[in-house]
């Protein structure tokens, strides 16, 4: 029986931990095209190394994923290919899924850190493709993070497959952001109108038909139960007619609702004193910003139309990871 003998590239990703990881982000993010900068940000809060870290150095993950209250897709391992369908660059996972599995093997890498080896893997994908180094080196950087989650044997073992439709994979990015850009008109004394205003929310990109209507003020959750189809059959956290967003106690005590922000951030309320405190136990998010890319949608209140992306997980791990 071989025992596999890990490779100098994934003991080099395996030093880096949450801390680096995150000032790597931050390196490189003023690099990423604007259609995926939020997007990648977004990636890296839905799948956060900690919490595999600890359920990996758990005596008995499932216990601990319990009492975590862990619902959903938590392992990356369980969605290689899938992640990261709301990213543009996910157009090109099967080069960049290719171009990091042949750098595994590769210890000719002049690079020395993280972010070079993000920024060279880029450069190697983008000059064949023809195509701007900013709309790879976000996938490429999720690819990485891909990568030390799950494996090298896992993560080639998947078929690395673009899994948004040709209609979608053509759209160009300037388009993405043009429509992203677009409040609903309100008609022709739309500047009268206050509390009767509605704007559309879209919750998959790659979906025309994902989207719902939110009134003025209204909190996304709230707007998102509209949506009457069964969800339940396609996520079980959902609940029967409260729409696609999972959903439980609208006081932001479970933190089943938290969603990601593509574009509209700054269309939503300001974070209050309670959604602010309960998002870091939760370990969603650890920021003073009031207006972040990560909300919970039973608090956030709408003033225009939205992107959005419901993670396919949910839990309360911030405390656990402060006693670790």
């Known amino acids: 029986m071989s025992t596999y003998v890990e490779t100098s590239f994934e ?4 030093e880096h ?8 982000v931050a390196d490189v993010l003023p690099e990423i095209h604007e259609v995926d900068r939020n997007a990648t940000e977004i990636w890296f809060a839905f799948f956060p190394l900690a919490l595999l870290r600890a359920l990996e150095e758990s005596a ?17 391992k369980d969605q290689i290919d899938s992640s990261h369908t709301f990213l543009y660059g996910h157009r090109y996972w099967p080069q960049i899924k290719k171009a990091v599995a042949e750098h595994v093997g590769s210890n ?4 020395t850190s993280l972010a070079d080896r993000i920024r060279e893997i880029a450069s190697s994908v983008a000059a064949p493709l023809r195509v701007e180094q900013s709309l790879v080196t976000g996938i490429t950087a999720v690819a990485l993070m891909t990568l030390q989650q799950v494996g090298l044997e896992n993560f080639r073992a998947t ?5 948004i439709d040709a209609k979608h994979a053509r759209r160009s990015p300037a388009q993405i952001l043009k429509r992203r850009a677009m409040d609903d008109s309100q008609g022709l004394l739309g500047f009268l ?10 919750f998959n990109e790659n979906d025309d038909d994902a989207r719902f209507r939110m009134i003025h003020m209204q909190e996304v959750a709230s707007a998102a139960a509209t949506d009457k189809r069964d969800w339940y ?10 729409g696609p967003i999972p959903v439980q106690c609208r006081s932001a005590s479970c933190g089943t609702c938290w969603v990601g922000v593509l574009r509209g951030a700054e269309k939503l309320t300001p974070v209050a004193t309670r959604e602010g405190r309960k998002m870091k136990e939760f370990g969603y998010v650890d920021t003073e910003d009031p207006q972040p890319l990560i909300r919970l949608a039973c608090q956030a209140q709408g003033t225009g139309a939205l992107s959005i992306v419901i993670p396919p997980w949910n839990g309360v791990f911030g405390k656990h990871l402060r006693e670790q």
């Open 11 to 14: 003991t080099f990703l395996n």
């Open 193 to 202: 109108r206050t509390t009767d205003k509605v704007w559309t929310v879209r």
């Open 17 to 24: 931990d949450r801390a680096a990881w995150a000032a790597t």
């Open 233 to 242: 059959a396609i996520d079980e956290r959902c609940t029967v007619n409260e």
């Open 60 to 76: 008995e993950p499932e216990k601990l994923a319990a009492r975590l209250l862990l619902k959903g897709k938590y392992y990356l």
């Open 108 to 111: 000719s890498s002049p690079a």
């Open 159 to 163: 078929p690395g497959a673009v899994l």
